[in-house]
């Protein structure tokens, strides 16, 4: 079983920063493949960004690209997402998931195995 727990959301201003944060309570971390999906008010949950577990290879939504930044440290079992620019529309439950590193940099939820409980993030304009 794995565990991810995130933190680092909060209330932000509009073209301000925040830095999301995801440790996973695995031994073979290095091994999955990690995303972070994020979800509105009424809205589906959609899919941010995704970095694979062997290459630190990367993909980005088109609405995050530019902007967004995913990284991970294996040695520390987290996985970051760097927010910069950000936006009103940003706002919305940001969820980290961790899949297995057999699919490649997938951007569909039924990929992902495991999933955090959600830290929010409010934009203000």
């Known amino acids: 079983q794995v565990q991810l727990v995130e933190s680092g959301g909060g209330l932000v201003q509009a073209g301000g920063s925040l830095r999301l944060s995801c440790a996973a309570s695995v031994r073979t971390f290095s091994s999955y493949t990690m995303g972070w999906f994020r979800q509105a008010p009424g809205k589906e949950r959609e899919f941010a960004a995704v970095?694979?577990?062997?290459?630190?290879?990367?993909t980005y939504a088109d609405s995050v690209k530019g902007r967004f930044t995913i990284s991970r440290d294996n040695a520390k079992n987290t996985v970051y997402l760097q927010m910069n620019s950000l936006k009103p529309e940003d706002t919305a439950v940001y969820y980290c998931?961790?899949?297995?590193?057999?699919?490649?940099?997938?951007?569909?939820?039924?990929?992902?195995?495991?999933w955090g409980q959600g830290t929010q993030v409010t934009v203000s304009s």
């Open positions: 970095i694979s577990w062997r290459d630190d290879e990367t």
């Open positions: 998931a961790a899949g297995p590193g057999g699919i490649y940099l997938p951007r569909v939820t039924s990929a992902y195995v495991y």
